[in-house]
């Protein structure tokens, strides 16, 4: 009986949800195809051109503040940014479908430094493989979509960063331009 | 506050657990399978919930009731495993068995795009819409995962089984969740 209550003991965190750490992980687009270009407004009117960015890589952050997790990603996508900026690496949050007034109140509660883009009517995002939210892309200095991430991340671990530091050790080799990307990459 | 309800996994390789959990706060329960590799999570969604969010999202109080009235769950999916196979989605093969009547899929975002068509729905209130509803096909890569709703279809406070199916690098995966309920309209 005691052994019993014993194993039962030992087994019930194994049970408890999420009990096991998750995966942090950026999946490889192997065949690179062109990341779709923008131009958006940020929150002080200042306009972002996607493909003015080439040379260096660039994470692109597909998002809403009504998306728990990618409110969740917020704050470690804040600290991955204080390092990134002085990194050579772009960071970009496109919010998909919302006006300013909204994502200025979120700003209130989660203060980020980063642009935040707006892509009100969805077009942007219709034209980028993404299905749900938050989606995350890395472009790479040639403008090519390198790797995909979704669902949230811990954007400050450097396991996740790294591949994308390394990316910029690819901007000397660039390569004929591939066509641009559309539907799904999976 | 946590019951946990050891299920047979039907048509799967091992018994599998189906947690079963209630919010002491908000009376919300929350049915959750968890494999080595995949796990699903649905809360159920109160139909004053949807209302307020997509009445906040430009849907007139006429076109937000079906969808309060439709099951709402809220669904987390992940690809557990931190390498290997992808896990495939594809909700249309995903089957409602409710006490009385015919098993059905849940009700997918492409159906509910031709009534807000019908209805003559602004377009950023579609865009919500879209963006909102779980995507009726995925692939999860090796960490991934997505939350979104998925609208089951049986009125509030009707009882039904679940039937979840996938597929991991093509091997076709299957658990059935059992006497899940839609919440009700007055809680």
Known sequence: MLRTLLLITALLPQLAVGATPLPQTLTPVESRPMAPDFSLQDLDGEVHRLSALRGRPVIVNFWATWCPPCREEMPSMQRAWERLQTEGVTLLAVNVGEDPDTVFQFTGSYPVEFPILFDREGTVSGAWPMLGLPTTFVVDPQGRIAYRAIGGREWDDPTLLQPVLELRNSAANATTPQQPATGNLQ | ?187
């Not at chain 2, 991991?168 to 995966?173: E, K, M, N, S, Y």
């Open chain 2, 1 to 187: 506050m946590i019951v946990l309800q050891a299920l047979l996994f039907s048509g799967g390789a091992a018994a599998a657990d189906v947690e079963h959990s209630r919010d002491p706060a908000t009376g919300l329960e929350t049915w959750q399978w968890q494999g080595d590799t995949a796990s699903f999570t649905f809360t159920q969604r109160l139909p004053d919930q949807s209302r307020a969010y997509f009445q906040g999202r430009g849907f007139a109080s006429a076109d937000a009731e079906p969808v309060a009235m439709a099951c709402v769950f809220q669904a987390i999916i992940r690809n557990r495993a931190g390498s290997g196979a992808p896990i495939d989605l594809d909700l249309s093969g995903w089957r409602v068995i409710p006490a009385q009547g015919s098993p059905h899929p849940p009700r997918l975002e492409a159906d509910w795009q031709q009534e807000w068509e019908r209805r003559q729905l602004s377009g950023p209130a579609r865009t919500a819409f879209r963006w909102s509803l779980f995507p009726t096909r995925q692939t999860f890569q090796p960490g991934d995962w997505n939350m979104g709703m998925v609208t089951f279809g049986p009125p509030p406070g009707d009882r039904f089984d679940l039937e979840l199916t996938w597929k991991r690098g093509g091997t076709p995966g299957h658990v059935r969740l059992e006497s899940m309920r839609c919440a009700p309209d007055q809680p």
